[in-house]
């Protein structure tokens, strides 16, 4: 198992910025993707971003050339800088962590969510 811990959330104006931090219990080189996703009030939870250890990070097309994902394996921790927040980008933001597992199947581990309100 992993503990995955998310800070960083909080209130910001249209058009601020803030960095997403989440920090793994052990070590980061051991999952094949690290992730963030959001969830919204009465929407699905989606895809922000995604860093493999090996490879190029994806992006949901929503946020492409504002937020930048990135990972510090020696401090097991990724990192989501948010820029030019809007509105929509408001919602619960969760770190996902996944393990391959036999048979193709993979093995997501969740953080417990930080919120991110962005509102004048």
């Known amino acids: 198992q992993v503990q995955l811990v998310e800070s960083g959330g909080g209130l910001v104006q249209p058009g601020g910025s803030l960095r997403l931090s989440c920090a793994a219990s052990?070590?980061?080189?051991?999952?094949?993707?690290m992730g963030w996703y959001r969830q919204a009030p009465g929407k699905q939870r989606e895809l922000v971003a995604g860093i493999p250890t090996t490879g190029t990070s994806n992006y949901a097309d929503s946020v492409k050339g504002r937020f930048s994902i990135s990972r510090d394996n020696a401090k097991n921790t990724v990192y989501l800088q948010m820029n030019s927040l809007k509105p929509e980008d408001t919602a619960v933001y969760y770190c996902n962590a996944q393990t391959s597992l036999p048979f193709g199947l993979i093995y997501d581990h969740w953080g417990q969510g930080t919120q991110v309100t962005v509102s004048s």
């Open positions: 052990r070590s980061i080189v051991s999952f094949n993707t």
